[in-house]
């Protein structure tokens, strides 16, 4: 079993930046693709962005892309997004996610809010 927790969320203003965190720990998740999904209210969840197993192909949804930024460190078993430029319509709760060779995403973190402000 893997366990993710997610850490780095809270509160900015329109621009600003943000640096979210998520911790893996049960397994080593270096051979998972990573992810990171976010859940505004009244929306259904999406997807934000992904990394595959060694960092070399990355994935962004066209609202993000340019502005955040996936990375992750197989050393300590961590994934990170760094949001710069940060919007209103960004507000969400943000959950780390992994997705073992040949299957779906099947480990989730509880969340982190973000919330920016205008």
């Known amino acids: 079993q893997v366990q993710l927790v997610e850490s780095g969320g809270g509160l900015v203003q329109a621009g600003g930046s943000l640096r979210l965190s998520c911790a893996a720990s049960g397994r080593t998740v270096s051979t998972f693709t990573m992810g990171w999904f976010r859940q505004a209210p009244g929306k259904e969840r999406e997807v934000v962005t992904q990394?595959?197993?060694?960092?070399?192909?990355?994935y962004y949804a066209v609202s993000v892309k340019g502005r955040f930024t996936i990375s992750r460190d197989n050393a300590k078993n961590s994934v990170y997004l760094q949001m710069n430029s940060l919007r209103p319509e960004d507000t969400a709760v943000y959950f780390c996610?992994?997705?073992?060779?040949?299957?779906?995403?099947?480990?989730w973190g509880q969340g982190t809010q973000v919330t920016v402000s205008s």
């Open positions: 990394i595959n197993w060694s960092g070399s192909s990355t």
């Open positions: 996610a992994a997705r073992p060779p040949g299957s779906n995403w099947d480990y």
